[in-house]
């Protein structure tokens, strides 16, 4: 695996090595789970190349303190990388990504004001401007978004079909652990009697309540509720166990 540090160093190697055949491209923040190897898996199996790129982006975050205690672990996600086979791991930084200073940026009007934008306001603002940027320096045929993030997922694929990018939006099957849980980076922090609670999450998510009702038994299951919410055939959760926030989806 080729560990890239340098974008001029890429661009011109996108331009050479990688070139020819089909490229695959999973962007994450790292602190890789399950979730994020099932990402990469499916851009193996579906291209001859595949980049992942490793950036934690300080523009999604609206909470100062999320960003200081969000999991680093490079070189435990490098090794995994490595394991499964990864073409290019690509690991920006911020200086060499954001050379506008963040003047620059993506707003989508409608899709972005509801569901997680309340509690994170500019959150999405910092993850469509990221992504726009990894999607033109990557030029992948193909990237890679678990569907955990599906509002991330439609927002991205609205905004690739708006823009006329060449890459296809691919979602990807959540990842659970046993209980249920969705893997997330942020499961690592929740202490051990909020990790036992957090699979009831999923459980009431996915029950035949309606929205209102799982909101109640979720705060009297001590969860703090940000929304429960109904939208096309998907209903969208978010929630906080102790102060990790929790999000999942189900169809209904
Ligand atoms: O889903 C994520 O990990 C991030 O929002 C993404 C897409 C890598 C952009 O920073």
Redesign the pocket.
């Given at each position: 695996m080729k560990c890239i540090y340098d974008l001029d160093q890429w661009r011109e190697l996108r331009q050479t090595d990688y070139n020819s055949g089909s490229l695959g491209f999973v962007?994450?923040?790292g602190a890789l789970h399950k979730g994020h190897l099932s990402l990469v898996q499916s851009s193996i199996k579906d291209n001859d190349f595949t980049v992942v790129?490793i950036?934690l982006?300080p523009t999604?975050f609206n909470n100062p303190e999320d960003y200081r205690t969000y999991p680093r672990t490079f070189e435990a996600d490098k090794a995994l990388l490595e394991n499964e086979g990864v073409d290019v791991l690509l690991n920006p930084n911020y200086d060499q990504l954001y050379s506008d200073e963040y003047k620059y940026n993506i707003l989508e009007s409608e899709l972005s004001k509801q569901l997680c934008s309340s509690s994170r306001p500019g959150h999405f603002d910092?993850?469509l401007t990221?992504?726009m940027k990894?999607l033109n320096l990557v030029q992948a045929r193909y990237a890679y978004?678990?569907e955990k993030?599906y509002q991330?997922y439609l927002l991205?694929k609205g905004m690739a079909q708006a823009f006329f990018l060449n890459t296809e939006i691919v979602p990807c099957p959540t990842v659970r652990e046993p209980d249920g849980l969705a893997y997330s980076s942020r499961n690592r922090r929740l202490s051990p009697k909020d990790r036992l609670k957090a699979p009831l999450f999923y459980s009431l998510l996915k029950s035949e309540l309606d929205p209102k009702r799982i909101a109640v038994e979720l705060k009297t299951a001590g969860f703090k509720v940000d929304y429960v919410e109904e939208i096309g055939h998907r209903r969208y959760g978010a929630v906080y166990a102790g102060d990790v926030r929790l999000i999942d989806n189900v169809i209904c």
């Open positions: 962007p994450t923040m790129s950036f982006n999604q910092g993850v990221v992504v990894l978004f678990g993030d991330q991205v």
